[in-house]
Every structure is written in structure tokens, then in C-alpha cells.
């Protein structure tokens, strides 16, 4: 015996029959909402000003990328080498925190 399985969309607004299901976002947070033509027609229409007026977005926060941490990228020598280096050299230097200057500059000359 065969089966048929029939899945009826409601209409989320009034409760009638649905005919599509229309996905939208406000304040980083996705919807879906199923509404017959006239429903999706009319939340069209309300949405159409700010649409219009906004800025489209192609990629929204949690379903994209995630973001990349910022790398110091500069020439300037590790901390913790600096760091090493200054205390075999009786030097004082923070355990934590900014190296001054003129550490960076006698570990640069020695090097």
C-alpha cells in the first residue's frame, strides 16, 4: 500500500493557506514567516522604503566568515625575545606590559 504525505503551509498572519515561506532579518537576528500571497505582498510593501534606503549586506555576521584577529605584521622584534634578552643583560624590564624604548633600541644594536 502506498503512502502520500501532503505538507500544508499555514499562513502565519491570518491562518489560511500559505504559498511561500519569505526569510528577512532585523537587528542581526533571521526570520522565516509562511504567508499567502497577499500577506507576503503587503510585508513587501512595508519593508520596500527602508530596503530602498539602506545598504544590502552580503554577508551577515554568523553565517560568514569569521573574523580574522589582527596580526601585528610590523619588522619590529617579539616582545618576549626582547624581553629575554634585556633580563640576560641586567637590564630591567616590565614582566608585562610596554618594553621602554631604549630597551628596543640596545636589543636592535646587539642584534
Known amino acids: 500500500m502506498a503512502q502520500r ?6 499562513d ?11 526569510t528577512f532579518a532585523l537587528d542581526g537576528k533571521s526570520y522565516e514567516i509562511d ?12 519593508l520596500a522604503p527602508y530596503m530602498a ?12 566568515k569569521a573574523p580574522v584577529p ?5 619588522l619590529a622584534p617579539d616582545p618576549a625575545a626582547v624581553r629575554a634578552w634585556a633580563r640576560s643583560h641586567r637590564m630591567e624590564v616590565p614582566a608585562r606590559g610596554r618594553i621602554p624604548k631604549s630597551v628596543y633600541e640596545a636589543f636592535q644594536e646587539a642584534s
Request: a positive charge.
Open 5 to 10: 504525505v501532503v505538507v500544508t503551509l499555514s
Open 12 to 22: 502565519d498572519i491570518d491562518g489560511g493557506t500559505a504559498a511561500e515561506t519569505v
Open 35 to 46: 504567508l499567502n500571497p497577499s500577506n507576503a505582498k503587503k510585508l513587501r510593501s512595508a
Open 53 to 64: 534606503a539602506g545598504r544590502r549586506q552580503t554577508n551577515t555576521g554568523k553565517h560568514g
Open 70 to 74: 589582527y596580526r601585528h605584521t610590523s
